[in-house]
């Protein structure tokens, strides 16, 4: 039943009963209900049928856990093995996992219709900056009244700016009216500013 808890004797740990819920892992050692088993010994090697209490004696001997690796076979397979020691190399993988996964942020500049070109530059200059930390730039562009009436204005600043960013940065969703705004998506191109700056490097050289 699901939130059973089993209660795993750990006779080589000091006495201590485990509590390890149905979800959170196999059973090991006492939680194990089948009466045979396919054993596994701690190599690795293929030790053949066991009685769960004689296979149980076999992991006591060596100070390891009895663990059910594959509950749903016909007989289940038990593996002798370190039990804590397994699971801590386990959520050591995940963790340094977890950690290599890229989280990528997105970022929002909003934009108007008719905006005048001291606005557009700084606010262009805004979006590489979140482009070039890596960040997706989500661009809306704004109405206002009867500026809902001229759409292609909007449009037009979209262009634009994807236009001036096609070095750096390609369109993953384009321009699309969603209520009163119109968004588009923009994402970097990797290395694209590491060239540029290698580029730069590379003029203030010539002219030294």
């Known amino acids: 039943m699901p939130g059973d808890i089993f209660y795993a004797a750990l006779p080589h740990r000091e006495g201590k ?15 194990i ?6 054993l596994i010994g701690v190599d690795g090697s293929q030790l053949g049928l066991f009685g769960v209490r004689d296979a149980q004696r076999i992991a006591d001997e060596q100070n390891l856990d009895l663990v059910e690796i594959a509950p749903n076979a ?6 002798v093995m370190d039990y804590r020691k397994f699971k801590y190399e386990q959520d050591r993988k ?3 996992a977890r950690k290599k996964q890229v989280r990528v942020e997105v970022k929002e ?12 530059t700084t606010k262009k200059n ?5 482009l070039k930390k890596g960040a997706r730039v989500k661009v809306t ?19 634009r700016l994807a236009e001036d960013l096609r070095p750096y940065a390609t369109v993953e969703q384009q321009p ?10 923009v994402a970097p191109i990797k290395g694209a500013f590491d060239e540029k700056a290698d580029e730069g490097d590379a003029e203030s050289e010539k002219e030294n």
């Open 176 to 185: 699309k009216m969603e209520g009163r705004n119109m968004h588009m998506l």
């Open 141 to 159: 562009i704004m109405f206002r009244g009867r500026e809902m009436a001229h759409p292609e204005q909007g449009l037009n600043v979209l262009e």
């Open 109 to 120: 500049m909003k934009f108007r219709p008719k905006i005048d070109v001291g606005d557009y």
């Open 33 to 38: 209900t089948s009466r045979t088993c396919r």
């Open 126 to 130: 805004h979006v590489m900056r979140f």
């Open 94 to 96: 995940a963790k340094a």
């Open 74 to 79: 016909e007989p289940p397979v038990c593996k």
């Open 17 to 31: 009963v485990s509590k390890i819920a149905k979800n959170e892992g196999p059973r090991i050692n006492g939680a």
